[in-house]
């Protein structure tokens, strides 16, 4: 049986770095997020409470930190992130890995055009 640590590996690990999330995104302002907060506030309230926070809560660690801390999945297992769960539990609180990886995919997409 398969422990937490090996189903990561093996299930979510690999397809955010298919869609090439484990390349460094361009460098965020606090301007751009704050921007991005207010603009496209129907983006953020489509998910979930806890999915909403969590999106939050990554535009933060982005704009606080940089490229540093925003490779999915790692970035979901520092606080203040990490307090939603394990990665696996913050993938069901966004649907799905597919769920997950549209959200942020559709966050980084926002966080460039502002």
Same mark, same amino acid.
């Given at each position: ?5 090996? /189903?990561?590996?093996?299930? !979510? *690990?690999?397809?955010?770095?298919? #869609?090439?999330? =484990?390349? #460094?995104? @361009?460098? +965020?302002?606090?301007?751009?997020? %704050?921007? +991005?907060?207010?603009?496209?506030? =129907?983006? !953020? =309230? %489509? ?10 809560? +990554? +535009? =933060?660690?982005? /704009?606080?930190?940089? /490229?540093? %801390?925003? *490779?999915? @999945? ?28 549209? #959200? !942020?995919?559709?966050? %980084? /997409?926002?966080?460039? #055009?502002?």
């Amino acid at each position: 049986m398969a422990n937490e640590a090996d /189903t990561c590996r093996r299930y !979510v *690990v690999p397809r955010p770095q298919a #869609a090439g999330w =484990d390349k #460094a995104p @361009p460098p +965020l302002s606090r301007e751009h997020a %704050q921007r +991005l907060r207010s603009e496209k506030k =129907d983006f !953020v =309230d %489509q998910n979930g409470a806890e999915a909403r926070a969590i999106l939050h809560e +990554l +535009l =933060d660690k982005y /704009t606080e930190h940089g /490229t540093a %801390q925003f *490779v999915i @999945p790692d970035a979901l297992e520092l606080p203040p992130i990490n307090r939603h769960g394990n990665v696996i539990e913050i993938v069901r609180r966004f649907g799905g890995e597919d769920r997950l990886a549209e #959200a !942020v995919r559709k966050l %980084q /997409t926002l966080l460039y #055009a502002a």
